[in-house]
């Protein structure tokens, strides 16, 4: 099986380090290495997607397929051939997962540099609110979603119990553990959903929203995870079906959470400077040169393979995907040009097809979503705003993916951002809303912009802004000078391309709708040398040449730290 959408990948590798956010420069200000943790406010504060969600609802099509004899025996039989025809290295795997924490273990999705730096910074403590959303034990991110409240609704025996019971299709299931203080097959509580697939799941796509670049490779990575719930034993295909459905619903509700969205840029922030850091290269040239987990049609194409698991059709092919709410969310960094109801067509564009069991529940077509494949997806959109995929002429809500994929590109290849040659492409490209400049009203000019000592990067700053992924457009002339985070603070940082003319600007922040949600005056200098006092709305700063230089001194340093501490890992 082939995904349509692995083309897309690299058209959309310079794009979506955008829709991630514009850090600060190699060695910056903001200090890696030295990040600040979250306020004990910030960790305590009980958010409103912390409310008790009843996720049983997105998988109640459980209760009719458990009585299915067809369904229960590829169940049985599919869990009992992983179990027994597992290699010795993807048992290991299979146990490293069902031990260690996953959002360090899944470090390998990112790559193996990248893999290992972002290993080495989790377990050295040197990105705390990455730590603090993803940690296995009280993230913040799965912290209220516990798989137990469902599973105790559906109360599915599991594998190794109903081997123990004499059920025919399970006998041959093989006991895998660790030789020292294991306990894989202690827990007596219900197979479905697999509460490890969910956290996997939650995790990883939490990483994704922070890496939109590799969300095929990091979710391909928490595909295994739950396919080794299998591996050991533990659990059915369904249940890793559903744990899916679950994780991707936890980050989705947490994504539409304002608050804990500003926090999840606040860690995106941390994690892309920390991994530039180490890498000493901007971001998209360190994937580039990476060893990948797997390229980005592998990622695709074994992630898609295991959404159904092998199942006969239980319900009609060709039928409408219900896009539930707040899925849209899940594409925030991945397309943040798209308004939400755009990005519900990618998603429905790029789910599977219908009639696989879970295909639809109480709350939508969870099991439908193919995250990697919408994550990656280039997009096309029409004069009426209607959104289509590159190279397809289909209608939103009717394409499924399958399918050549003439002019793949993969990460290392060649320039992720050029057109796929050959290939006509349909419709116009999305275009970003950019306003007029009659909209910088002037109730609007709450923001203040400041200049680095070089003069061509500039930070806007307004704390309403905190959180919030926007555009930023330099005006008179509209420049587009791509789609920044902001942090906490409410400030972004963004360089000003040299072709600028010197002079009095107006810099404005710009959701996806195009309206201004904020502007602030900028004055560019004439010419470099005389950027030793800039003006910014009224306000100049100034770097000390000795201050950069013991920066670059201490970042240099602690680069070569690091790759001793990761070349010295067993």
């Known amino acids: 099986m082939t995904s349509a959408r692995a083309s897309a990948r690299p058209i959309r590798l310079l794009a979506i380090g955008a829709g991630a956010g514009v850090l600060l420069s190699t060695f910056g200000a903001s200090g890696a290495f030295a990040a600040e943790p979250f306020t004990e406010e910030q960790i305590e504060t009980q958010y409103p997607s912390d409310a008790e969600y009843r996720y049983e609802l997105i998988m109640d099509q459980f ?3 458990r009585e299915d004899p067809s369904i229960v025996a590829h169940n049985d039989r599919l869990t009992l051939e992983t179990n027994r025809d597992a290699t010795p290295e993807q048992v290991q795997r299979a146990i490293t997962d069902q031990y260690d924490d996953m959002s360090i273990s899944m470090h390998d999705g990112l790559g193996q540099n990248l893999g290992s730096y972002y290993e080495a910074g989790r377990l050295a403590g040197d990105l705390p609110k990455v730590d603090e959303l993803l940690r296995k034990e009280g993230g913040i991110i799965g912290r209220s979603s516990s798989s137990n409240p469902a599973k105790k609704y559906f109360n ?6 109903r081997m123990a019971e004499g059920v025919e299709e399970l006998q ?3 006991y895998r553990d660790r030789e020292v203080g294991g306990d894989a097959w202690g827990s007596r509580s219900g197979a479905f959903p697999s509460g490890h697939t969910s956290q996997a799941l939650w995790q990883a796509t ?6 939109p670049e590799l969300a095929p490779q990091i979710l391909a990575r928490a595909s295994e995870a739950g396919h080794n719930r299998m591996v050991m034993g533990v659990h ?3 249940d890793v079906i559903s744990g899916r459905m679950m994780g991707n619903t936890i980050v989705a509700r947490r994504m539409a959470d304002e608050p804990v969205r500003a926090l999840i840029a606040e860690a995106t922030t941390e994690l892309r400077d920390y991994l530039e850091t180490a890498c000493g290269a901007p971001l ?5 040169a990476d060893q990948p987990y797997l390229d980005g049609a592998a990622s695709l194409e074994i992630y898609e393979e295991r959404m159904t698991y092998g199942f006969e059709r239980v319900g009609d092919a060709g039928q409408p995907v219900t896009v539930p709410e707040p899925a849209e969310a899940l594409l925030l960094t991945s397309h943040p040009e798209l308004d939400a109801e755009q990005r519900r067509q990618v998603l429905a564009l790029t789910a599977i097809d219908s009639g696989y069991p879970l295909d639809e529940g109480a709350e939508g077509s969870w099991q439908r979503l193919n995250l990697p494949a919408a994550m990656s997806a280039e997009v096309v959109v029409a004069e009426d705003g209607t ?8 209608e939103p809500g009717t394409e499924q993916p399958g399918g050549e994929n003439p002019g793949t590109e993969q990460p290392g290849g060649e320039n992720p951002g050029a057109e796929n040659p050959g290939t006509e492409q349909p419709g116009t490209p999305a275009q970003p809303a950019i306003p007029s400049e009659d909209a910088l009203t002037a109730e609007l000019g709450t923001a203040v912009a400041t200049f680095d000592a070089q003069g061509r990067e500039v930070t806007i700053r307004d704390a309403r802004l905190a959180g919030q992924q926007l555009r930023l457009v330099l005006f008179s002339e509209p420049v587009d000078l791509g789609v920044v985070t902001f942090d906490a603070t409410g400030s972004a940082t963004v360089a000003l391309p040299a072709s600028v003319p010197a002079g009095a600007h107006r810099l404005a922040a710009v959701d996806g709708s195009g309206a201004v949600l904020a502007w602030a005056s900028v004055t560019v200098p004439a010419a470099a040398t005389d950027r ?6 009224g306000a100049s700063i100034a770097a000390p040449a000795a201050a950069g230089v013991l920066a670059l001194l201490l970042g240099a340093a602690l680069i070569a730290m690091r790759r001793v501490r990761a070349s010295a890992r067993p």
């Open 63 to 65: 209760t009719q397929l």
């Open 156 to 161: 599915y025996t599991r594998p190794y119990l």
């Open 172 to 174: 041959g299931l093989e």
């Open 206 to 211: 939490s990483l994704a929203m922070m890496l």
């Open 236 to 238: 059915y295909p369904l």
């Open 284 to 288: 998209g040239e360190c994937i580039a």
């Open 387 to 394: 959104v289509s995929l590159a190279g397809d002429g289909e």
């Open 532 to 537: 030793d006092e800039l003006s910014a709305t």
